[in-house]
């Protein structure tokens, strides 16, 4: 008992110095909370979103295979007892005109509304129910582009390829649909769908059952009624079948999150590690005198221990609680929000509080192993002011040797992932970046007090006494220079690494999105072929380079197959796959699904028909130049299978001198008389792609500056310790005229210089870790561009504001010292 209550003793005296490891403990737990909850709250998002897509309906009747239902299934499910009600989902394509009937870019999904309100699926944002074939529903953001409202008239396209006005009576929430994403919705009555829409199928039948009817019984007699040709599921079975998909995505998602989440906590180790270290080492007498009084090397290192254990479980729970507070006001403003069908709850379940609280405590009993060894190692001899070495130089041999091999390890694995291909490349960068950076972080020591000496030159001469003994003392022990930076050092790596990774493969993918379609525009029709005078009007455009490409169907081996045919020469010469396509013969094909060999081509009206001989290897164009083609030949291979193969798709380019703008605009006048032609652009798609890493750079940055910020943590809780540790030398400095304003002046650069010292270093290492990552990923199209500067720049700026934050506390008690009290200090 004496052991604990003086444990608890020593733990209270330290406390002041300590505080600021505990805080870093305790937001490296509170930030796995808020990690692993947003988490589970993503993964049940998406379940809300499938049971909304679901529907009421009590039972779902669905294909066995992918497809559609039989035209009769709505009548024999409607003649099974216990059925109150059943409807059809039926869905097809349209599309939808702009006030200045042009069709919009992307193809628009007709669903139909079910006549039964209680059978309604879709989310109804504003507005009503459309209740005759003139009415219709928008999607919110499709009635946006438009410019329309409820009440409004908006033209669309019928099935006919004609235009009708149809009036517009409400809007759709797009997010209880998430299987339309990213498609225009169209939101009919049952019977006004074949008039709209083409390629019409039933995709789902929704049944109601009688009030009070058991479901799983229901679904049995549906089951036992239709037969083998249809899946038969009660809506709770079928949500369940919705949200399996998004099991997976709720892995990656929990992955990349708690990779961010480990980055934190290592930071977190480092900082209750070196914290721990600094302490101990000023305890060197204390420790020796226990020794000296009986204490054993065991019973000083549980002693350690049960301080490290004290510490990790408050900061722990300190952490639980602040997690549980963040989560809490996430649901808050998740609950103010507009979800749609999500109603979020950030709230982490009491398995997930005591767990992470549980891997704190583990951190820092892990943090504290080191420090707790090396303190139970003081001799007795050190209580009577004899010196005590950490290792003798074997060990630092050894030590050393360990680093140079983990550096040089690294340094060659990164080599190899630079010039190998894809998936070794990548894999040998991680394990490179990996060990090369270990490499450094035990080198950290001789590193930064280096990097001090060059970067305090500057401040030794701008400086004066303060910016001379600002870098003196970050010289004169590396040892503690070393353990203050490297957490710091860690950070910053990390941070430049992830923005110059995404940024370059950003920079290198744009352009091979873009660069490698056959053109910067495409234009076809929902369905049939491209109009004889749109082709006419666009290839009369002397702004436009304009490529038709003709397809047909023909009979292959016995299967119907689309053959598309085009003049290789006006295409895009940086198009994939445009060198095999110069260099195709009459009679060859190549092929998109990478199946060689000769294929036997059915004549038409029974007579003999040829052979097609299909090049070895994949190729991408066929898909490319015409959706769903598989095989592409030349034009006059073409008229040989299908004689007056009508053009379905118009590859247009600017012509040369002519910019993206003007080339769109003579698109337009060239397409006015024709709204039912789509036209698709390419760099719209590449944007589209950048946005997307755009946001994952802005997450990236956010997360990973959370590690930045635990590491100032740690720099302002050595730079309190050591405040302490030189409170004589202090105390003599204010005694021969410095004053306060210039001790503070000295802790704030030293804070500077040492995340100075961390950010060079560290973006040095991230910019070629960074650029690694970027090449091992874009070796097969090329590495463009460079890290984004601004954003480095950013890295840097917050990185030096994290080391002058940290200098507030250490300089502010430095101005309290007095004189006498700073000298009486042993």
């Given at each position: 008992?004496t052991?604990?209550r003086?444990?608890?003793?020593?733990?209270r005296?330290?406390?002041?110095?300590?505080?600021l490891?505990g805080?870093?403990?305790a937001?490296?737990?509170a930030?796995l909370?808020?990690?692993?909850?947003g988490?589970?709250a993503?993964v049940d998002?998406?379940s809300q979103?499938a049971?909304?897509?679901v529907?009421?309906?009590?039972?779902?009747?669905?294909?066995?295979?992918?497809g559609?239902?039989d035209t009769?299934t709505?009548a024999?499910a409607?003649q099974?007892?216990?059925?109150?009600?059943v409807?059809l989902?039926?869905t097809?394509r349209?599309?939808?005109?702009?006030?200045d009937?042009?069709p919009?870019g992307?193809a628009?999904?007709?669903?139909?509304?079910?006549a039964d309100?209680?059978?309604?699926?879709?989310?109804?944002?504003?507005?009503?129910w459309?209740?005759t074939?003139g009415?219709?529903?928008?999607d919110?953001?499709?009635a946006?582009?438009?410019a329309a409202?409820?009440?409004?008239?908006?033209r669309?396209?019928r099935?006919?390829?004609?235009?009708a006005?149809a009036?517009l009576v409400?809007?759709?929430?797009?997010r209880?649909?998430p299987?339309?994403?990213?498609?225009?919705i169209?939101?009919v009555?049952d019977?006004a769908v074949q008039?709209y829409?083409?390629?019409?199928t039933?995709?789902?039948?929704?049944?109601?059952l009688?009030?009070?009817?058991?479901?799983?019984r229901?679904?049995?007699t549906?089951?036992a009624?239709?037969g083998?040709?249809?899946?038969?599921?009660?809506r709770?079975?079928s949500?369940?079948e919705?949200?399996r998909?998004s099991?997976t995505?709720?892995?990656?998602?929990?992955i990349?999150a708690l990779?961010?989440v480990?980055?934190?906590?290592a930071?977190a180790?480092?900082?209750v590690?070196n914290?721990f270290?600094?302490?101990?080492?000023q305890?060197?007498?204390?420790l020796?005198?226990?020794?000296?009084v009986?204490?054993?090397r065991?019973?000083i290192?549980?002693?350690?221990r049960?301080q490290?254990?004290l510490?990790?479980?408050?900061a722990?729970?300190?952490?639980?609680?602040?997690?549980?507070g963040?989560c809490a006001a996430g649901?808050a403003?998740?609950?103010a929000?507009?979800l749609?069908?999500?109603?979020?709850?950030l709230?982490?379940?009491?398995v997930?509080?005591v767990?992470a609280?549980?891997f704190?405590?583990?951190?820092?009993?892990?943090a504290?192993?080191?420090?707790?060894?090396?303190?139970s190692?003081?001799p007795?001899l050190?209580?009577?002011?004899?010196t005590h070495?950490?290792?003798g130089?074997?060990?630092?041999?050894r030590?050393?040797?360990?680093s140079a091999?983990?550096?040089?390890a690294?340094?060659?694995?990164l080599?190899?992932?630079?010039?190998?291909?894809?998936p070794l490349s990548?894999?040998a960068?991680t394990?490179?970046?990996i060990c090369s950076?270990?490499?450094?972080?035990?080198l950290s020591?001789?590193?930064?007090?280096?990097?001090?000496a060059?970067?305090?030159?500057?401040a030794?001469r701008l400086?004066?006494?303060?910016?001379?003994?600002?870098?003196?003392?970050?010289?004169?022990?590396p040892?503690r220079t070393?353990?203050?930076?490297s957490?710091?050092?860690l950070?910053?790596?990390?941070l430049v690494?992830?923005?110059?990774?995404?940024?370059?493969?950003?920079?290198?993918l744009?352009?091979?999105?873009s660069?490698?379609?056959?053109?910067t525009?495409?234009a076809?029709?929902?369905?049939?072929?491209?109009p004889?005078?749109a082709?006419?009007?666009?290839?009369?455009?002397?702004?436009?380079v304009?490529?038709p490409?003709?397809?047909?169907t023909?009979?292959?081996?016995?299967h119907g197959?689309?053959?598309?045919a085009v003049?290789?020469?006006?295409?895009?010469a940086?198009?994939d796959g445009?060198?095999r396509a110069?260099?195709?013969?009459?009679?060859a094909?190549?092929?998109?699904l990478g199946?060689?060999g000769?294929?036997?081509?059915?004549g038409?009206?029974?007579?003999?028909?040829t052979t097609?001989?299909i090049?070895?290897g994949?190729?991408s164009?066929p898909?490319?130049l015409?959706?769903g083609a598989v095989?592409?030949?030349t034009?006059?291979?073409?008229d040989?299978?299908a004689?007056?193969?009508?053009?379905?798709t118009?590859?247009?380019?600017p012509?040369q001198g002519t910019?993206h703008?003007?080339?769109r605009?003579?698109m337009d006048?060239?397409?006015?008389?024709?709204?039912?032609v789509?036209?698709?652009?390419?760099?719209?798609?590449?944007?589209?792609?950048?946005?997307l890493?755009d946001r994952?750079?802005?997450i990236?940055v956010a997360l990973?500056?959370?590690s930045?910020a635990?590491a100032?943590?740690g720099?302002a809780a050595?730079?309190?310790?050591?405040v302490?540790e030189r409170?004589?030398?202090?105390?003599?400095?204010r005694?021969?005229?410095m004053?306060?304003r210039?001790l503070?002046?000295m802790l704030?650069?030293?804070?500077l210089l040492?995340?100075?010292?961390a950010?060079?270093?560290g973006?040095?290492?991230?910019?070629?870790?960074?650029?690694?990552?970027?090449r091992?990923v874009?070796s097969?199209v090329?590495?463009i561009?460079?890290?984004?500067?601004l954003l480095v720049?950013?890295?840097l700026?917050?990185t030096?504001?994290?080391?002058l934050?940290?200098?507030?506390?250490?300089?502010?008690?430095?101005g309290?010292?007095?004189v006498?009290?700073?000298?009486?200090?042993?």
């Amino acid at each position: 008992m004496t052991t604990y209550r003086y444990t608890v003793a020593e733990l209270r005296g330290q406390l002041r110095q300590l505080v600021l490891t505990g805080a870093a403990i305790a937001l490296g737990v509170a930030f796995l909370i808020a990690s692993v909850s947003g988490s589970g709250a993503l993964v049940d998002s998406f379940s809300q979103t499938a049971a909304a897509e679901v529907g009421p309906g009590d039972v779902q009747v669905t294909p066995v295979a992918k497809g559609a239902l039989d035209t009769d299934t709505a009548a024999r499910a409607r003649q099974v007892a216990g059925v109150a009600g059943v409807s059809l989902r039926l869905t097809g394509r349209g599309g939808v005109l702009t006030a200045d009937r042009r069709p919009l870019g992307d193809a628009a999904v007709v669903s139909s509304v079910a006549a039964d309100p209680a059978l309604r699926w879709q989310l109804l944002k504003d507005g009503r129910w459309p209740s005759t074939p003139g009415e219709v529903l928008l999607d919110a953001d499709t009635a946006r582009r438009i410019a329309a409202a409820p009440g409004a008239d908006i033209r669309l396209v019928r099935a006919d390829g004609g235009t009708a006005t149809a009036h517009l009576v409400g809007t759709l929430d797009g997010r209880g649909a998430p299987s339309f994403a990213g498609h225009p919705i169209i939101g009919v009555p049952d019977g006004a769908v074949q008039r709209y829409a083409t390629g019409v199928t039933a995709t789902q039948l929704d049944v109601r059952l009688l009030p009070g009817a058991s479901r799983a019984r229901g679904a049995q007699t549906l089951r036992a009624a239709l037969g083998p040709t249809a899946e038969i599921r009660t809506r709770d079975a079928s949500v369940a079948e919705a949200t399996r998909q998004s099991k997976t995505l709720y892995g990656v998602v929990l992955i990349a999150a708690l990779s961010f989440v480990l980055i934190a906590l290592a930071v977190a180790r480092m900082v209750v590690s070196n914290t721990f270290s600094v302490v101990l080492g000023q305890r060197t007498q204390q420790l020796a005198l226990l020794r000296c009084v009986g204490a054993d090397r065991a019973q000083i290192h549980r002693l350690i221990r049960r301080q490290g254990l004290l510490l990790g479980a408050g900061a722990s729970a300190a952490g639980a609680l602040l997690g549980t507070g963040l989560c809490a006001a996430g649901t808050a403003l998740a609950h103010a929000a507009d979800l749609g069908p999500v109603h979020l709850s950030l709230l982490p379940s009491p398995v997930t509080v005591v767990s992470a609280g549980l891997f704190g405590v583990l951190l820092t009993l892990l943090a504290v192993r080191g420090p707790a060894k090396a303190a139970s190692a003081v001799p007795p001899l050190a209580a009577l002011g004899g010196t005590h070495s950490a290792g003798g130089g074997p060990t630092r041999l050894r030590a050393a040797a360990w680093s140079a091999a983990l550096l040089l390890a690294g340094v060659a694995l990164l080599a190899l992932g630079v010039v190998a291909g894809p998936p070794l490349s990548l894999l040998a960068v991680t394990l490179g970046a990996i060990c090369s950076f270990f490499g450094v972080l035990r080198l950290s020591h001789r590193l930064l007090p280096a990097v001090v000496a060059a970067l305090g030159a500057p401040a030794r001469r701008l400086g004066g006494t303060a910016g001379r003994l600002a870098t003196q003392q970050l010289r004169l022990n590396p040892a503690r220079t070393g353990a203050t930076g490297s957490a710091l050092l860690l950070g910053v790596t990390v941070l430049v690494s992830a923005v110059t990774a995404l940024a370059i493969t950003s920079n290198s993918l744009m352009p091979m999105v873009s660069a490698r379609q056959p053109g910067t525009f495409s234009a076809a029709t929902t369905s049939g072929p491209l109009p004889a005078g749109a082709l006419g009007t666009l290839g009369a455009q002397r702004r436009l380079v304009v490529t038709p490409v003709r397809s047909a169907t023909v009979e292959i081996d016995g299967h119907g197959t689309l053959v598309a045919a085009v003049d290789p020469a006006r295409l895009n010469a940086h198009t994939d796959g445009i060198d095999r396509a110069r260099a195709l013969a009459d009679g060859a094909a190549l092929s998109g699904l990478g199946n060689g060999g000769v294929r036997q081509v059915a004549g038409a009206m029974g007579r003999p028909g040829t052979t097609l001989r299909i090049e070895p290897g994949r190729s991408s164009l066929p898909f490319t130049l015409q959706s769903g083609a598989v095989l592409l030949v030349t034009p006059a291979t073409l008229d040989r299978l299908a004689p007056g193969a009508a053009v379905t798709t118009a590859w247009i380019s600017p012509a040369q001198g002519t910019d993206h703008l003007a080339a769109r605009r003579a698109m337009d006048r060239a397409l006015a008389d024709y709204p039912h032609v789509r036209v698709t652009d390419t760099a719209a798609q590449a944007q589209n792609l950048r946005s997307l890493m755009d946001r994952m750079m802005l997450i990236t940055v956010a997360l990973l500056g959370f590690s930045v910020a635990i590491a100032g943590l740690g720099v302002a809780a050595t730079l309190m310790l050591s405040v302490s540790e030189r409170a004589r030398e202090i105390g003599m400095l204010r005694a021969i005229g410095m004053s306060r304003r210039q001790l503070r002046r000295m802790l704030t650069l030293e804070a500077l210089l040492l995340s100075l010292a961390a950010a060079v270093i560290g973006t040095a290492l991230g910019l070629g870790y960074g650029w690694a990552a970027a090449r091992s990923v874009t070796s097969t199209v090329g590495t463009i561009g460079g890290p984004p500067v601004l954003l480095v720049l950013a890295a840097l700026g917050l990185t030096v504001l994290t080391g002058l934050a940290a200098a507030i506390l250490p300089a502010r008690r430095v101005g309290r010292m007095t004189v006498i009290a700073a000298l009486r200090t042993t």
